[in-house]
Each structure stands twice: as C-alpha cells, then as structure tokens.
C-alpha cells in the first residue's frame, strides 16, 4: 500500500476497504458465494394472458428460467461424470445466467436479450430499482394519489385571493367519501353500494350535502412543473358550473399560469392533520412573499396595473393655465362626477383635511382602498407603484391586511379598465416614413467600410463589427423617432408607460424597424431587417428572422431540461438541511462589507436585512444603531442605510457550529414569512428551489467573443452555475498569485509571451487543535523554530511538525491551537501566454491567491492558496452574479446552504484505529462520533481535512444510503451499503419518504409549535 501510487493505490485502498468491512462486521468470505437463489414472488413478476390467447411474462420470469435450465444441465453433467472442459464451460454459463439476474446492464457487451427474437434488453433485479422509471424514484419518492383531478384553467375576476372555482362534477366525485359517509348519517341510505346509486341518480339533497361539505374544506391546486414551494397552494373551493377550474388572477406569478389552455391539477386533504395544514399553512393568503426573496409575489400586474393608471391619470397634468374647479370637500366633488360635471381624469382642486390639494376624481376613488398609514397617494400609478405600495401595506399591516388591500385593487382596477374600454388598432402605430432618410446615409457608411476592407485596411473581423456598430446605432436613433412620433395619450404608450405590458422595443419591432437579428450560431447577421412588422417584411427579411426565432425555441427547450436536472441535483445535495436548534453559540460569524456588496451589484443593507448580528453596530456618531444578537429587520436596515456603514458582522450559515442542519440565530429571517426562521424549517429545499426556480430564466449560452483578443469563450447564466457548484476543473482559469509579494511583468523576447515574476514572502502553514482536557505536554514555547519532524505535543496522540518554522500557540475556550508557520523569500515565474487580460500592473503588490489575470477561478487552486473563506466568499460572489445580470434576485442565505454542503465532507488522512480508511471521504460527523469512541478505548485517533466537493459527489457520499440510492448509481451504492453494513439513521427527508415516514421536517419537526405561532397572527 505505502509503495503504490496514483490508480493501483486507489485499487489496493479500495480493497483494503472491503476486507475491513468483512472483518468489523465478522462476515465471513465464503458468505460472499452465493449458493441458493432466492426467487421473488409470482406477483412481482406476472404472467397475463393477452387478446390473442398468447402469454406477455415478466423479464424475470427468462432470466430465472435461463439460471435453472443451466443449473439442471450441469447437475446432469456432473453426474453423467462428463469431461472437465464441457462442465467448465456450462459453470461459467451458469455463472453469467445468475450475473445477468442480477444486473444485466452491467455486463457490457455480454447483456441478455428476449428470447421473442427482438433486440431488447431484458430488465434484470437492478434495473427495476434504478432510473427515473426504476423502484426508487417512480414508486417511492412519487406515488400517484387517489382523489385528485385535473382541468383546464379560466380567470375568476369575482374571488377572494383565497378562493378558487371548483367545477360541481368534480367535487362530487372528489368529495364523494364524505358525501357517502353524510348519506348515511342521515339514513337515506343504509349502505355503501345503495349510496352510490343515490348520488348518481343526481337528486337534490346530494348536492346541497355537497355544499354543506365544501363549505369549510380546503383544496390544493398544483400546476406543473412545481418549481418552488409556491407551484402549491390551498383554496377554498367555491362551486361553480361548467368544467373549468376558476384561478384567482393575483396567483398566477407564483405559479407561472396563464390561460392559454394551462390545466391544473386538484388534490382533497384528507386527514385531520392535512386539513389543518391546508388551512393554515398551504393557503394561498398566507403565501404572498417569495421565500426566494422576502419580496412579494403576488403584486397587480397587467390588466389591473393599467386600470390604476387610468384612474390616476390627469388630462393635461403639466399644462398650468388651464381652468380647474374647486371643491370644499371630498364628497363635493364625488357629487360633482355623478352629476357629470366633471370626468374622472379632470384636474381639480379638493380640500383634503386643512389643505389644497390638486387631483382628480380617479385619485380620490383610487386611495378609497388605500390604508390610512399610507397617506393620499397623489400621483399616476405605475406598476413600480403599486408593488411598493403592496410591500408597504405588508410591512405596516401584515399579510392579512395586504390580502384584502390586493383584492380591492384588483376589483377597483377591474371596474375602471372595463368602464375605459381602452384598446388599441393599428393606426395607433404611427408611420415612419423618415426612416428611409436615414437608411441612406447608413447603407453610405456601410459602403465605406466595406472599400476600406478591400483595401486592405480592415481585417474581416474589424469589418463585422463597424458594419453591426453602425446598424446598431441606427436601430438607438429609430427608438428615439418611434418615442416622440408615437401619442402620449394613446393607449399603446398607456400600457407600456404603467408596466402593464410591452416595452419599446417591442413597440420599436412593429412602428420602426425589426433591426439586427442573429444567426444559429449566436453571432449576429450584417443584414438589418429594415422594415417594421406593421409594414411587413419581404422573403430575404423573414428568412433571416427564421434563424432566430427557432434558436429560441430550441434553447427554450434544453433549459427546461438543464434547469431541472440542476434543481434536481441541488435538493438532493441540501435536503437534510434543517433548523435544528435556537443557537449554536458560533462567534466567527462572516464580515458583510460595502466594497464587496458594491462588487456584486447589492447595497449592504439588502444583503444583511433579515440576519441576526454577531457585533453590536454604531453609527458615525458613536450612537447604538442595534445589538449583537438583534435581528436587521426593515426598521433596522434603514438606519444601517442613513448611517452608511462600511461593514456589519453577521451571524452565517456558512459558520454554523450545529452537528446537524443549522440553527435559528444563523439562518435568520424565513423569507415566505419575513420573520426568524422556525424550527424543524427544511431551508435545504428551499434554498435548493429558490436557486433552481430561476434556472429556467437564466441564459444557456457560452458566449462567443468571436476572435477578438483575448476572446475564447465565457461561460454564463445556467452552465456557469452548474461549473461553480459541481466544482468542475475549468478550460481557461484565471491565473493566481502562488506567493505574496511585488509582480513585474515582463515579456520573452522570441516568443513575445507575457512573464510575471513575483518576489516576495512565501508563508506556508498548518495548523492543530488539542482540547485543554487533554493530558499531555506542549515541547516548545510560542514563537520558537522548530525542525520538520520534530515532536512539538507530547501525549496519547503526539503532534509532529510536517514542516520547518516558528511555532505559535493561541488557546481559544475550551481548545489550544497550535500553528507551524514557515516564511521564506522565494521568486515565483508564471509564464502567462498571449491574449490573457492581466488585471494587475507592473509593480502591484499582491496577496496569496489574489487573481492576476482575468476569468473564471478554479475552485480548488484558490481553496489550497486561500483556504475555505476565501472559496465561500468567491462562491457567493459568482452566482449572484450570474442571477442578478438576468434580472433574477436571490438571497444569499440559499446559495450559502449550498456551500455549506458542499465543505460538508472530510477527507481522511491517517485512519489511526478508527475504521476508516486513508483516503475515504465521509461526514465531518460521522468522524467526530468515531474518534469520540476511539478516545474512551485510549487508541489513536483518526486525522482529516475538510474537502472540496461539487453537489453531486456530495450527495454520493451523504451518510444515509437510501438518500444517495435514490438519486445516482443506485447499485453501486447499495452494494457499498451492504459490504459495509451501514445503518441508515433517517435523519434527511428522502429516506424517511422512502420507506413511508412522517418526514423530520415542519409539522414532522414540532407540529404544535409550527401550527400554533402562525395562529398568533
């Protein structure tokens, strides 16, 4: 084993592994050799009789047959006393004919095929576990569930946010048990059978028990795909006629629904328990935040932003010489508007109060429904508008009040866009025939560059991209033509001005010009579409606008997939992730500065809002803003925000000292609620749906620089994500500062490479714990050199120096640390090749690790120069990144679940007497419980590091076997658990789902204690 290396290591290990399972289990070898065949029962391996009076047999049924075929034949062989050639030969058959039971896809090559002649695979005992369609994923972690249904979706502009229409057939026989149970009660029936036939002979007294029943259930709609936890909610059910489920318009964001032909489906709580969460949890009024963002996902959009804006807006509101009438009062002028003295969109002058105020009639009725907090809201309402006003409502009020606030804006909106009777034809596009002019003078230029080319002065490259700057800039001056030429007081500028709908370049695309498009490839065509869509476009044109009309679709398609394989891997990475305890007691916490947060696009004050604070914070004054220990809240963040601090310490989940999941006081705010997080909360899964949910909006492609400098491509949005968290080794990777120190750069004059040379200070160390308790002797006073190899701790497990330099003691509570740290001056050569972008000058001064060149970091050369902090921080930098340059917010507490997982395992060093082996990764739990057993027995302990790993080895090497079995490479898990006799503690959600358990989460964690808080509210 000492002698081996690389690959043949890694196989001796592995076997070394094996045998020390075999022996710590006291399984002897020969149990290894399977000598009976256990056959499965006949009714997991079926025989049916199809239409033509053939047989259709389970795969298994073969698979068996072949094994005892052979197995006779070789019975017979041995006792007919047969050569040893012909009974060698039919052992190894029966050999494979048992192997290819087992698992016949393992055996490449050798696999069975139907006896019926065709070329299939037969699906032997493995294969019916593994995969989407195997045991685990179809049967176990998704079930198919009785009293449910499924319909199309249509508008229901009268419901409450907590209502939804449910068509009366289908309740009838969605309800149909308690309708039964209700029949009999009553005695008009006496049994199950006659009350059957009673309710389909369709007599009144079953539907009026129908309404008795339906009146305090609840149902929950879920339309697929269910990205986030939201893809679910609970409605009371409101009996409709027709065949058509009715959904409240304001929930339709949270489940991306529209009602183009979307179907949803219908599930009945049945359980008093489920009854109670449906009721109390699942309801949709008590889900009006994103739990990705804390921000509210159910704000106007639409029909009712562009109602609020017509009844707020005021005719000619800037021209000041008009003549306004007054009035005394409120109800004054609302007399006048009956009268039809005045319109809704007449400027006036009413007495509000003790004061003046100029407004119109709309805005009188429109701040009606406004709380009274809020103030006069006197100005046109946009979409911007109202989403704060909602988020004001929330913060001032509660969700409760927020509800009714949303429903009375939309009716109030509803009334006054249908009294409006806006719409818009196509003269409302005005026509643009300047333009022409313009074409002229481009095309003019275009001509020019092309000579240059010609001539030689251009290279291709430097042509394509004169030719698109120039089109380009024309298509920004055709905007500008389309804003003034279109009418502010038209109804196409009203819906885009309030945020309703469209957006100018839309509007641009059907007045102006259709502009550049792109090819397949990404990169974009040198022939501009010129004409409008109003105009129409002649063959070459549309041609053109083909390509990338079916890149997007085809795009659109392999996100779906990318993004849900993603999602997938994600959740299954985090899902144990629970909040376990009230606090943990970390005191390291995680340094949130204003330069970083200005480096990834945030302010402070969003990134640290709903965290709980490890350092008490003061303004410039000296003055106490909050405690350590106090929650940032909104109140909070805004002193935080006036007193413009340049650093907050907060508690993190990256920090968190829980064995298990995280504690309360490290996570912080629950962001569906904006209140601290409950116990028994699974934000493993919500952090993995808030991350994945927005994969679907994120870009697919790599981007292409096309042969400019420097250029190669960059990868973004969705594959960039999935690099980062799977920790993939990147192509092109920035180069790093090996040592710290002064660069010069220098280039080889043959080759006329880039050199950089660092002189500097190259510091290496490492670093030891030992507990107080711990009888033993430390060899050397702090701050002495020591010699590598030498003895520097003396006791039950002695500390050896790994390498030369000055000792440094520092006791922390209860542990005394012990760093060996080696200084030497050194000069390090990076040789950097052509077309790299450094991004330091000759002369800097550089730290360890620090990046020098521009692109993406490899995870695990900056993990070795800069350690843990260093990856987490880059981490977090990067995805937020990605989602906020799409326009997708994200919380930081998501992606740091993640990372958490992702630093989760240790990798062992010296096994000691443990029963691990070197090289094995496991849980940094499942270390500390062994050394724990070791220390009593006085051996010696196991030694480890913590490793880097991306989320799919992580869940791999999760301790629960039934977790990792379900999610990849089933057999081989199940195996490994077998040889090793694992015990599967079901801790997480999977492995409790699997095999039929409450899960350990949510009302599973402390049920009263989740269903009694959210009564107080």
Known sequence: ???????????????????????????????????????????????????????????????????????????????????????????????????????????????????????????????????????????????????????????????????????????????????????????????????????????????????????????????????????????????????????????????????????????????????????????????????????????????????CYLLTTIRNEDDNNQQIKTFSSVIEARQAWEAGVIELSDKMKVRLGKELLITSMGRIIFNEIVPNKLGFINKQTDKGTLKGLVKEVIHLYGRDRAVIFLDDIKDLASKYITISGISWGMDDLPAMPEKYQIFEVAERKVEEVENQYEQGFLTNDERHVKIIEIWAGIKDRIVDMCKDKLDKNGAVFAMMNSGARGSWGQTTQMMGMRGLMASPSGETIELPVKASLKEGMHVLEYFITTHGARKGLSDTALRTANAGYLTRRLIDVAQDVIVSEDDCGDKEGMLITKKISIEMDETIVKRVRGRVLLKEIKDGKGKLIARAGQIIDDDVAKEIEKADLAQVKIRSILTCKSKRGVCQKCYGWDLGYNELVKKGVAVGIIAAQSIGEPGTQLTMRTFHTGGVAGGGDITQGLPRVEEIFEARPIKRAAFLAPIAGQVQITSNEITREKVLKINGVDRQEETFEINKEDKGLIVFKNGKKVKKGEVIFKGKNNIIAPLEGKLHIQPEGKKIILKVMQERESEKEINIGRGVNLVINDGDMVERGEQLSSGPVDLFELYKLRGQRAVEDYIIKEIQYVYSSQGQPLNDKHVEVIIRQMFSKVIIEEAGDTIFSPGEVVEKGEIEEENKKVQAEGKLLATCKTVLLGITKSSLAAQSFLSAASFQETTRVLIDAAVTDKVDHLRGLKENVIIGKLIPAGTGFDKEGFLRSDKKK
């Open 1 to 307: 084993m000492n002698k081996a290396a690389g690959g043949s290591r890694k196989k001796l290990s592995k076997r070394l592994k094996l045998l020390n399972a075999l022996i710590r289990n006291k399984i002897k070898p020969e149990w290894m050799i399977i000598t009976v065949v256990p056959v499965i029962p006949p009714d997991l391996r079926p025989m049916v009789q199809l239409d033509g009076g053939r047989f259709a047999a389970s795969d298994l049924n073969d698979l068996y047959r072949r094994v005892i075929n052979r197995n006779n034949r070789l019975k017979k062989l041995i006792e007919l006393n047969a050569p040893e050639v012909i009974c060698r030969n039919e052992k190894r058959m029966l050999q494979e004919a048992v192997d290819s039971l087992i698992d016949n896809s393992a055996r490449h090559g050798k696999t069975v095929t139907a006896s019926t002649g065709q070329k299939r695979v037969l699906k032997s005992l493995a294969d019916i576990l593994k995969g989407k369609q195997g045991r685990f994923r179809q049967n176990l972690l998704g079930k198919r569930v009785d009293y449910s249904g499924r319909s199309v979706i249509v508008v229901g502009p009268y419901l409450k946010i907590h209502e939804c229409g449910l068509p009366k057939r289908m309740a009838l026989e969605l309800f149909k048990p308690f309708i039964i149970a209700e029949l009999i009660k009553r005695e008009y029936v006496h049994n199950v059978r006659s009350a059957n036939r009673f309710i389909e002979s369709d007599r009144n007294e079953v539907w009026d028990i129908l309404e008795g029943i339906t009146k305090n259930a609840h149902v929950l709609l879920n339309r697929a795909p269910t990205l986030h936890r939201l893809g679910i909610q609970a409605f009371k059910p409101i009996l409709i006629e027709g065949k058509a489920i009715q959904l409240h318009p304001l929930v339709c964001p949270p489940f991306n629904a529209d009602f183009d032909g979307d179907q949803m489906a219908v599930h009945v709580p049945l359980t008093e328990g489920a009854k109670r969460e449906a009721a109390e949890l699942i309801l949709s009024s008590k889900n009006i935040l994103k739990p990705a963002t804390g921000d509210p996902s159910i704000t106007p959009a639409q029909d009712f932003v562009l109602g």
